[in-house]
């Protein structure tokens, strides 16, 4: 642990926001320094100080949650006065640890990516971490040694509220318009992402994607201190016959894959057990998730899925979908599939928001529209029944936020798992 020029140690500092990375900070910096707690919810902890105990106490420093939007929160004329005393957890993390972290950001694969990561990093005898949106929060990892590796999953959220967050390793898979409800703008969105780059050091290595026109605009107009590797996500021919894990044959997949090979080359770590790694690798629960395959039935649960980017790139390499959308829209989310490649999909969209999809989704693809989930999933199965073609595929990607009915996307998964099993049993 480094305490020198640590700007944390023995200041006064509100946590705003209680969930898990809130209370790991909490319990990280107790002893450390002089914290006081809020949070929107006054009934979440009893240790909580009410709004007039906040305005009348000069902190020095500010730990936000990243879910908290601060034009949208109780405290957000405070925080908008104190910015400049806004941090977070990773923002602690890098002044009290100078381990090497490999950080992952981007629109679509961070998780799946991470996870593979770290799944390779164990395998090798390396202490890694995995933490950050997936896994535990950084703050509450314990028993670390110099040799600790961090594997971390920045949001967005995350990198845009961070001040002096560093990582040896950077990693942008793709940016696609995402959370612009958040950001308002695309161009606030990637400069919220590439603060991942802006922010690291002489010595540090990048790696991005080749071929993305938001990433290639970016690294065009600045300059970074990192080593800059463009990461060709078509360029997996000399592995690909090694690769038996079926995960991987999708495009999003292989360019995830891309990334693990590039910066396990960059780590002198071993192919022949990289490989023995990924073709173990069984995926996440709920992201493009193979929860039945048997005759002529293959249903995959993808309700990670709040997008139409996130969607597309696993419905490119799919035939006879039965595509179901639904949940909260993203602002400004555009369905980029060409009808050539939509020819095989039929979209069942469902829910509060079905018109919204329905509109965006007719001029390319067939289209029908239901009141809910059960609903669609049950027309879906007595199409199949009807039918009787000798592969059907019934993919949830729900290309919208899951807060509409759900706590989260793996509330939806679940529920989700739950109806199929009740349809399967009743053929």
Known sequence: MNRSKNIFLGKKILIYGLGKSGISSYNFLKKKCDVYLFDDNPKINKKI????????????????????????????????????????????????????????????????????????????KRDSRLVGNIGNPVLSEKKITEKTVFVIEASSYQLDYSKIFSTKFAIILNISGDHLERHNTLNNYVKAKFKLLRFQKQGSFAYVKRKDKLISNNLRKNNYKSKIFKVDTNNLKSITKKIKNKYFATDGNKENLSFILEISNKLKLSKKNLIKTINNFKGLNFRQQ???????????????????????????????????????????????????????LKVFVFGKHRKHFYKILKNKLKVKSFKNLYDALNKIFLNIKNKKLSKNIIFFSPAGASFDNFKNFEDRGRYFNNLVKRFINAK
Request: net charge positive; hydrophobic share 35%.
């Open 290 to 344: 193979i929860i039945f395959d048997k005759k002529n039935l293959t249903i995959i649960n993808d309700s990670k899925s709040t997008s139409f980017a996130s969607s597309e790139s696993i419905l490119k390499n799919l035939n006879h979908v039965y595509w179901l959308v639904g949940g909260i829209p993203k602002k400004g989310d555009k369905f980029k599939l060409s009808k050539m490649k939509s020819q095989n």
């Open 49 to 124: 100080i009410n709004i007039n105990k906040v305005l009348k106490i000069n902190f020095d420093k500010i730990i936000i949650s990243p879910g908290i939007d601060i034009s949208e929160c109780k405290l957000s004329k405070f925080l908008k006065l104190n910015f400049s005393k806004i941090y977070t957890d990773l923002d602690v993390f890098f002044s009290f640890y100078k381990n090497d972290s490999i950080t992952i950001t981007g629109t679509n694969g961070k998780s799946t990516t991470a996870k593979i990561l770290h799944n390779v990093l164990v395998d090798q």
